[in-house]
Structures are given as structure tokens and as C-alpha cells.
């Protein structure tokens, strides 16, 4: 079996990969709003902020961009990713759904196990 990946940010569980096939998890992120000048000053531009409510299920060999949700289409593929996400959050938690992970330490401990 291939390996999954599980992308964190901030201790938020948001995308799991896993061959072509990506989801990505309810969250809020940053972006540059289209049509926004962009600058070489040294000065940033001012930042959109999205809330993706519902999961999003991404065919990356057939869209590179993220822009089709296609997890109707494949009910199968989204369960097998949201069962990757059920693994990774047991093991190293999830702030946006609050779960506490297994495998956590606290920072800068090594286990005694």
C-alpha cells in the first residue's frame, strides 16, 4: 500500500493525500485576492481570509489548480482519505476538531517508553 500524507498546519489536520487524490478539510486560510496588484517594495499586500465549510475532494492528475470538487463522484475515495484522517488524528490530534493525539509529547521530552 502507498503512503498517505497528512498536512498540518498549526496543529490543524488540513488535507490528506494519498496517490492522485487529495482532501482537504474544513478550515480558514489566507489568500491574495485576484485581480490585487502585487508589490516589490518590501510591503505587503493586504490578505483575503476563506472559511472552506465542507470537505473538498481534488483529482490532482486531472487538476492541478484545486478548483473541481469532485467527492460526490467518488464516495469511496473520500471515505478511504477521511479513514487516513481518522488515523493521523489518533495519532498526532487535531486542533480544528479538538481531538488529542496518542503520540503527542510534550515539546522538547522524548518518550520513555
Do not use: C
Not at 45 to 57: A, C, G, H, R
Not at 65 to 73: F, L, N, P, W
Not at 90 to 102: R, V, W
Amino acid at each position: 500500500m502507498k503512503p498517505y500524507f497528512a498536512y498540518y498546519n498549526t496543529n490543524e489536520l488540513q488535507a490528506v493525500i494519498y496517490g492522485k487524490w487529495k482532501l482537504v478539510f474544513p478550515h480558514t486560510y489566507r489568500t491574495i485576492p485576484s485581480g490585487t496588484e502585487l508589490r516589490n517594495d518590501g510591503i505587503p499586500v493586504k490578505y483575503s481570509y476563506i472559511k472552506l465549510e465542507t470537505p473538498l475532494l481534488f483529482d490532482l492528475s486531472l487538476d492541478k489548480g484545486e478548483t473541481t470538487d469532485v467527492s460526490a463522484q467518488y464516495p469511496e475515495i473520500l471515505a478511504q482519505l477521511n479513514g487516513f484522517a481518522d488515523q493521523a488524528r489518533t495519532d498526532m490530534g487535531d486542533k480544528l476538531t479538538g481531538i488529542e493525539g496518542t503520540g503527542n509529547r510534550k515539546a522538547g521530552r522524548i518518550s520513555q517508553e
